[in-house]
């Protein structure tokens, strides 16, 4: 078979099959309640935008959870960065339940095409086999289940930082300064990465990189002052009341440090803190051990670690871990020259995912998740330190 062809074939099939899996994928979604969930906050605010008026209006906002027969009302305005709700405009211009599906399948398609892009990062033509074994593993991976059956943002999060991962390997920093400031439009997630990755291009002499954070943060900020002057003010009140119904929940040294303090305020501040410090501290002293390391290398240590120091985050925050799962992925089966112990980390990190997503379900506290932090930092430390084993040499023989 020609070789054009036979590529042109491989291209077809791996289409076809990828089109099978989001298509599965949506059926499992089926049923599902998206007006009881974080969606539907995401659907209103872009509605919101469009029609006018304003998601950080208490009145306006209650409103219209009544108006769109919006069930699950925990907050009393949108619990999000003002900012977030340009980007959920398109959201607004179809119905809930068909911008449910388009949200589904536009988060599929950036969880493929960021696989994709990362492996061909990699220019390992074995792991680069991988693209479709890798997206099935993900598409049972807890955090990334979750996220597209509640209809999560931490896809547009996976994607602000697999493209500035790109960019800064391409060295087009501003760019990718920019982009990773849009981690902000989720402050929890946003704080610990910039204060680690900040941390990083000081290190590296970086100045283009911080400049574009910064100039990432001032327009931030000053979209939502066009919206509401007093939008800053606003959200820290709603991040105040989330927090508060919501603390000792979550898979991080904040909430284990809550339940070991037994909820006793300055007992906890000053663990979790602690706690916190001693990992972002930690992180830091490594990436400044290791100057060496590629962005994206930095980053795979950036991520989960800023996951586990912040205060406020849940497990489909976790689908951002897909950016070190590559890494490892593509590290393990270059080092290996074998497919087996990826295959063996992909499934352990689906079992252990899926479990504390379970537990998450029958529990409503989603500690168990710090497993899934636990086990990718432990396949980090194996992929780079494993040695690289050497190729087959062909047997000579001497006449």
């Known amino acids: 078979m020609?070789?054009?062809?036979?590529?042109?074939?491989?291209?077809?099939?791996?289409?076809?099959?990828?089109?099978?899996?989001?298509?599965?994928?949506?059926?499992?979604?089926?049923?599902?309640?998206?007006?009881?969930?974080?969606?539907?906050?995401?659907?209103?605010?872009?509605?919101?935008?469009?029609?006018?008026?304003?998601?950080y209006d208490e009145t306006t906002y209650i409103a219209n959870h009544e108006k769109y027969g919006i069930k699950w009302q925990p907050n009393r305005i949108f619990p999000y960065p003002l900012p977030l709700a340009i980007l959920c405009i398109?959201?607004?211009?179809?119905?809930?339940?068909?911008?449910?599906?388009?949200?589904?399948i536009a988060s599929l398609l950036i969880?493929?095409?960021?696989?994709?892009?990362?492996?061909?990062?990699?220019?390992?033509?074995?792991?680069?086999?991988?693209?479709?074994p890798i997206f099935l593993a993900m598409i049972f991976f807890g955090p990334g289940y979750l996220t597209l059956h509640t209809g999560a943002v931490g896809a547009f999060a996976l994607l602000f930082l697999m493209l500035a991962v790109l960019l800064l390997e391409k060295e087009?920093?501003?760019?990718?300064?920019?982009?990773?400031?849009?981690?902000?439009?989720?402050?929890?997630q946003g704080l610990t990465i910039l204060l680690l990755v900040g941390s990083w291009f000081l290190i590296k002499k970086n100045w283009k990189a911080i400049i574009g954070i910064g100039i990432g943060g001032i327009l931030l900020f000053i979209i939502g002052l066009i919206q509401d002057p007093q939008w800053v003010q606003k959200f820290i009140g709603a991040s105040d009341a989330v927090m508060d119904r919501t603390q000792g929940v979550h898979s991080n040294v904040w909430a284990f440090g809550y339940l070991l303090c037994?909820?006793?305020?300055?007992?906890?501040?000053?663990?979790?803190?602690?706690?916190?410090?001693?990992?972002?501290?930690?992180?830091?002293?490594?990436?400044?051990?290791?100057?060496?390391?590629?962005?994206?290398e930095a980053m795979n240590?950036?991520?989960?670690?800023?996951?586990?120091?912040?205060?406020?985050?849940?497990?489909?925050?976790?689908?951002?871990?897909?950016?070190?799962?590559?890494?490892?992925?593509?590290?393990?089966?270059?080092?290996?020259?074998?497919?087996?112990l990826s295959f063996v980390f992909l499934?352990?990190?689906?079992?252990?995912?899926?479990?504390?997503?379970?537990?998450?379900?029958?529990?409503?506290?989603?500690?168990?998740?710090?497993?899934?932090?636990?086990?990718?930092?432990?396949?980090?430390?194996i992929a780079y330190k494993m040695k690289q084993k050497p190729a087959i040499d062909k047997v000579t023989s001497s006449v």
């Open 301 to 340: 240590l950036i991520i989960p670690i800023g996951f586990v120091s912040t205060i406020y985050l849940w497990a489909y925050d976790q689908i951002t871990y897909i950016i070190p799962i590559v890494w490892i992925v593509a590290t393990l089966v270059q080092k290996t020259r074998s497919y087996l």
């Open 347 to 381: 499934i352990l990190l689906d079992v252990v995912s899926l479990f504390a997503l379970a537990q998450q379900a029958l529990t409503d506290k989603d500690l168990w998740s710090l497993g899934t932090t636990i086990l990718v930092l432990l396949f980090l430390f």
């Open 2 to 55: 020609p070789p054009k062809l036979k590529n042109f074939l491989n291209i077809v099939i791996s289409l076809l099959i990828i089109s099978g899996i989001i298509y599965a994928r949506l059926q499992i979604s089926k049923g599902f309640d998206y007006q009881d969930s974080n969606f539907a906050f995401f659907w209103l605010a872009g509605k919101m935008t469009i029609d006018g008026e304003n998601p």
């Open 262 to 296: 037994n909820g006793e305020s300055t007992c906890f501040t000053f663990l979790g803190a602690a706690l916190s410090l001693s990992l972002l501290g930690g992180a830091g002293y490594f990436l400044w051990k290791n100057q060496a390391w590629s962005s994206w």
């Open 111 to 132: 969880i493929i095409i960021s696989i994709y892009l990362l492996l061909n990062l990699t220019n390992n033509e074995a792991a680069k086999r991988l693209l479709i």
């Open 172 to 188: 087009k920093f501003i760019l990718a300064g920019i982009l990773l400031s849009l981690t902000m439009l989720k402050p929890p």
């Open 90 to 104: 398109p959201l607004g211009f179809f119905s809930m339940g068909t911008a449910y599906t388009i949200w589904q």
